[in-house]
């Protein structure tokens, strides 16, 4: 099989290279999948880069990166139902504490992390749901309904932020979103009823006058150290924050006494580690929203499988308003 590998940690452009590898044959319990896309996203490059907190070399001799991706199963491993071969599925954390992700034209894995791709998703469309799509439905959804809450969604123009609007507007929720100004009019479109300038300064002051002195009830956040204190401001009493990311600040003082007073919740979301029954209902959340034509995931950009440097250097240059996907 065709299969983008890398050995050591470093630039995509010196350190990802095109091979031919052996195709796996599926294990007890897996299934073999021919992969038509792979979703790109930053958490794999900051993986490639070697920049995860901790990690000072691959985990494993060769990797084939990428955690998403979708296709059609070509054969089952011993306990799998045969009837599955010839089913549309996409991908969920395909490299994940493993050696070989859906950056290749084929992937065994376990069944179960090969979900039934329903006729009205696209390929395209259902190899960006496994990190952006499920982390965006998990933020917005896993404290339950929010129906009738006003949430927060940080850096609506992003991949997850982008995903999150959508979600949490077909959810019935009142949408306040944070983004660059040139994002405002696509956030905006995507169900925000109020779009701000993640800049202002002011920020605090006109989230609470928008929520009439009560404050936002679920904040979902992608950078949660740069702004723990404006959440401290913002959010209402027993209000909860669904942090997934904080890139810019790792290490984050929290005014633990503005939290503790307000009973403020912190829900750190790493969907690599959701558990089934959660993960089910993102799941569950994401296919109906698409069917019902309330989420489109946006892709910003498409790739060769052997252009997978140029996918990583496409997201660090900051592409990141829609998944990147790799044509295998």
């Not at 996409?90 to 994940?96: A, E, P, R």
Request: hydrophobic share 45%.
């Amino acid at each position: 099989m065709k299969a983008i590998t890398y050995s050591k940690f470093g630039p995509a452009a010196d350190v990802l290279e095109l091979h031919d590898l052996p195709t796996p044959d599926p294990a007890p319990g897996e299934v073999l999948v021919r992969l038509s896309h792979s979703g790109a996203n930053p958490s794999d490059v900051k993986a490639r880069a070697g920049s995860r907190p901790g990690v000072t070399k691959p985990p494993f001799p060769q990797i084939i990166p990428h955690s998403d991706g979708a296709g059609e199963i070509v054969a089952v491993g011993e306990g799998v139902d045969p009837a599955r071969v010839g089913e549309a599925v996409w991908i969920w954390n395909g490299q994940w504490r493993r050696a070989f992700g859906t950056a290749a034209d084929h992937i065994a894995l376990p069944a179960e992390q090969a979900v039934r791709r329903p006729d009205w998703i696209s390929a395209e469309v259902g190899a960006t749901l496994g990190i952006p799509g499920l982390t965006a439905a998990h933020a917005v959804l896993g404290g339950g309904d929010v129906a009738g809450k006003t949430l927060l969604i940080s850096g609506g123009g992003g991949a997850v932020g982008h995903n999150a609007v959508q979600l949490a507007a077909w959810a019935g929720a009142r949408v306040i979103a944070t983004c660059s100004p040139r994002d405002a009019d696509r956030v905006r479109a995507a169900g925000a009823a109020e779009v701000l300038d993640y800049r202002d300064p002011d920020l605090p002051a006109k989230l609470i006058d928008m929520t009439d002195g009560r404050g936002i009830d679920r904040a979902v956040e992608t950078e949660f150290g740069v702004n723990a204190q404006m959440l401290a401001e913002a959010m209402a009493e027993n209000g909860t924050v669904a942090a997934y990311g904080s890139a810019l600040d790792m290490n984050p003082v929290l005014p633990f006494g503005a939290y503790l007073f307000k009973a403020i919740t912190i829900d750190i979301v790493l969907i690599y580690l959701l558990q089934a029954a959660p993960r089910q209902a993102a799941i569950d959340a994401l296919h109906n929203a698409i069917k019902e034509g309330a989420l489109s995931p946006a892709i910003h950009a498409r790739f060769a499988l052997a252009d997978c440097a140029k996918a990583h250097a496409c997201i660090e240059a900051g592409g990141r308003a829609g998944a990147v996907l790799l044509e295998t």
